[in-house]
């Protein structure tokens, strides 16, 4: 397991908001490291930091949108549980499981490491998500921090930072994976 040093840069940026060792504590609503992705607002409510590297865990709210570019993570174990709402998501472990599931509010989508996936956002929805440790950070490598509470405008990031943030996070963008749908 690689474990991000407090000096990683995609840390800095927020220090202060999680306390970044094990032990207990409680934020409000809105009061977690907040990121705009694309249109998606992350929010990082727990991390590594504080499970001792077991799992991170975030938000994601976001209004209706085009699919994201199909990727792996290939260390990170995913799962997203929608609070809100209606995403698509499609996943492929390119050998024999090819799926794509609509899910509303309650229902629960699990991506284990190495599975191709992509998401859409079917209208106005928050998911909540956790993975293995340290991943939850990607959001914040690839979008623009931000105070929001709610989905704004617009953030799209250089294919070069979309590419580097893959590299550190182990997630690799395949947009010409075709889906079968």
Known sequence: MTTFTAQDPDKIAFAGILPAVAKPYVLGNGE??????????????????????????????????DRIPAHVHHRTHEFFYVVDGEISVWMDDQADYHTK??????????????????????????????????????FHAIGQKTDATEPQGLYVPDFAVMRAAGEKYWTQFMPEFQFRD
């Open 32 to 65: 977690g490291e907040k990121s705009l992705v694309f249109d998606q607002l992350f929010e990082v409510l727990l991390s590594g930091d504080e499970t001792d590297d077991q799992f991170g865990a975030w938000t994601m709210k976001a209004r209706q949108g």
């Open 101 to 138: 599931a609509t899910l509303t509010t309650g229902d629960f989508a699990y991506v284990p490491a190495g599975v191709v996936h992509a998401f859409k956002i079917e209208n106005t929805t928050t998911v909540f998500g956790a993975g293995s440790a340290g991943f939850e950070r990607f």
